[in-house]
């Protein structure tokens, strides 16, 4: 069988019963519980790296580290970093020095940039973070997974938001996706949803999914997809 020239790929979001992902003012919302927030956590454990982009970075600074001692204990004797590789798709580089993400938790960060990216904030994130340059003016997501895959990253996370998970999605690039939907309406024209960008624009050109698994968690139901 020909191996996969790209990780494994999963999105994971929780969106509200209307499909959005955060209100209008592109500010987090609670939609899940406490055993959802586990599930994640073991999703992230059991991953050799965990993206996102920029704009997640900047609304919501996550650190996107394991929570649970005793899983950053079991990847330690396993011979791995306590957190999984945390990467930001920052093509212009503008991830914050202070972001929690190059702060909080040990293990290597990957922040992946654009020839486009300015020298001078280049060379200051290079002092927290690995930096891969890949494309020109954006980030070019098919040659990064590529350079991620000859890194030894054979599974990937992806937490949004709803522009790199669009990129992905177009790109071909995602093999599975889980939607954790909660028991709220948020609304809004302009709030995000799990994928905006520009969308398809025919009925044939769509993304289509195959249903895995239905599992109710709670007040919402988690829903995994597999890309077709």
């Not at 914050?96 to 960060?109: N, Q």
């Not at 973070?129 to 040659?143: C, E, F, P, R």
């Not at 999605?169 to 995000?192: H, K, Q, R, S």
């Amino acid at each position: 069988m020909r191996k996969k020239p790209t990780p494994f790929i999963f999105i994971n979001s929780a969106m509200s019963a209307d499909g959005k992902i955060s209100t209008r003012k592109r500010k987090q919302v609670r939609i899940s519980g406490a055993l959802d927030f586990e599930r994640v956590d073991i999703l992230k454990a059991s991953s050799d790296a965990i993206m996102v982009g920029i704009g997640t970075i900047l609304s919501d600074n996550p650190s996107l580290t394991v929570k649970s001692d005793e899983r950053k204990k079991q990847r330690i004797e396993s011979g791995i970093d306590e957190n999984p590789v945390r990467i930001v798709v920052d093509s212009h580089a503008r991830t914050p020095l202070d972001a929690d993400i190059l702060k909080k938790g040990k293990g290597v960060r990957i922040i992946a940039v654009s020839d486009a990216a300015p020298a001078e904030r280049v060379a200051k994130l290079s002092k927290y973070a690995k930096i891969i340059t890949a494309g020109s003016g954006q980030v070019d997501l098919v040659k990064l997974m590529g350079i991620l895959k000859e890194m030894g990253i054979e599974r990937l996370m992806v937490e949004g938001g709803a522009t790199l998970n669009w990129a992905l999605i177009e790109a071909g690039l995602v093999d599975e996706i889980y939607t954790f939907i909660g028991n709220i309406i948020i609304g809004g024209t302009t709030a995000p949803t799990l994928a905006d960008g520009d969308g398809f624009g025919e009925r044939d050109e769509v993304c289509e999914l195959r249903l895995i698994d239905a599992e109710m968690i709670e007040e919402g139901v988690l829903l995994r997809w597999a890309v077709k």
